[in-house]
């Protein structure tokens, strides 16, 4: 049954996830109109989100076609190995094993490998081709994001909802200050995508086995609660190791 906090849980998750992949996008995009010019990036943005589309319109009758239990059952194993993957990552960048994920890095990143091609004949097209890669490649996350977090109670549309806002919100800030959106604290938005996604896993795996969780939907708050005492007792630990072993190397 569709509740209030389903909803509210499923637009969100989905919102967060597609934020974070289309700040990382919009990056690569900017690299390209501003260090290359604004055709090929606009070209290889449109030429991906059609590609999108066509897998979009492929998979929604295979979807309609699946067994609710079935869905949920695999799309929640789908989810939990992917929110694990984003949680492993945000609680090793918390705890200093690797660095944390800079926008304005990678935006710098891109604009020097661009420029380095500036004097290729095929210039146009390499930049082209970065701006699709990027739109593309993010936006199956999106996808999948969108799907994992939609489709298990039947609400794709409050998902795509959630894609759609974040879209929209990037693109009006990204062109309003017309460079890379380094003041996101991405780093802390994975986390809690891990945290949601990872939990939103565990219930659909329940819910697809036949279990009957405790006041529904509601249920979700005390997985995500357990998944985050979990990771947020992980970093600690795994802070304190690798301040340890820095000192052991320094004496």
Known sequence: MTTITSIASTITASFLGSFVEVVEAFTI?????????????????????????LLVLALGPLIASIP????????????????????RKAILRASGFIALH????????????????ASDGRA????????FKAVLLEGVEVVFIVLATGAGQGMIGYASLGALAACVLV?????????????????TLKFVVGLLLSAFGIFWVGEGMGASWPGS?????????????FSFVAV??????HHTRIQGIAQ
């Open 217 to 229: 939907d509601l249920s979700l708050l005390p997985i995500f609660a357990a998944f985050a005492v």
């Open 236 to 241: 600690r630990m795994l802070r304190q190791f």
């Open 102 to 117: 800079d926008e304005g890095k990678a935006f710098a990143s891109e604009t020097d490998n661009l420029k380095r091609q």
């Open 171 to 187: 693109l009006l800030v990204g062109l309003v200050l017309h460079k890379p959106l380094t003041a996101v604290p991405e780093n």
């Open 124 to 131: 146009d097209f390499l930049a082209g081709l970065a701006a």
């Open 68 to 87: 609710i239990e079935v869905m949920q059952l695999v799309i929640g194993t789908l989810l939990v190995l992917f929110g694990l993957r984003w949680l």
């Open 29 to 53: 995009i900017l690299a390209v109109g501003i260090t290359q010019s604004w055709r090929p990036a606009f070209i290889g943005t449109g030429l991906a989100l059609a590609t999108l589309a």
